[in-house]
């Protein structure tokens, strides 16, 4: 077995835009910001700016809270590989939806 990454690291915008999909944008703390020109929050934000400088390190800080946040699990795929993905935000929260439109 190889070297596994600890945290969640992104390999590219696909990967990362994949798990957006699959929690961030399904999630109570993504959120538009005004005046900044994004949306998003700030765990999301703190992987975009640390992870790929954090992903080696084994006791920095900075990686250890970034573990803590999004961690990682081993997943197989169907042709028997297994890698090293990550796993649910420790602070995803589903959004609520409201069950219908006000009516106007
Ligand atoms: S709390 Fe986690 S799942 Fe929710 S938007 Fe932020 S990074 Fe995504």
């Given at each position: 077995m190889g070297t596994w990454l600890l945290m969640a690291y992104f390999a590219n915008g696909t990967e990362g835009l994949t798990y957006q999909e699959q929690y961030c944008f399904r999630c109570e703390h993504f959120e538009q910001r005004p005046g900044e020109g994004a949306e998003g929050c700030p765990i999301w934000d703190a992987h975009l700016l640390f992870a790929y400088e954090l992903?080696?390190?084994?006791?920095?800080p900075g990686k250890v809270i970034l573990d803590m946040l999004i961690p990682e699990r081993e997943h197989t795929f169907s042709n028997g590989i297994t890698y090293v993905v990550p796993a649910e935000c420790t602070l995803f929260k589903l959004k609520q939806e409201p069950l219908c439109e006000p009516s106007a």
């Amino acid at each position: 077995m190889g070297t596994w990454l600890l945290m969640a690291y992104f390999a590219n915008g696909t990967e990362g835009l994949t798990y957006q999909e699959q929690y961030c944008f399904r999630c109570e703390h993504f959120e538009q910001r005004p005046g900044e020109g994004a949306e998003g929050c700030p765990i999301w934000d703190a992987h975009l700016l640390f992870a790929y400088e954090l992903c080696n390190e084994k006791e920095h800080p900075g990686k250890v809270i970034l573990d803590m946040l999004i961690p990682e699990r081993e997943h197989t795929f169907s042709n028997g590989i297994t890698y090293v993905v990550p796993a649910e935000c420790t602070l995803f929260k589903l959004k609520q939806e409201p069950l219908c439109e006000p009516s106007a």
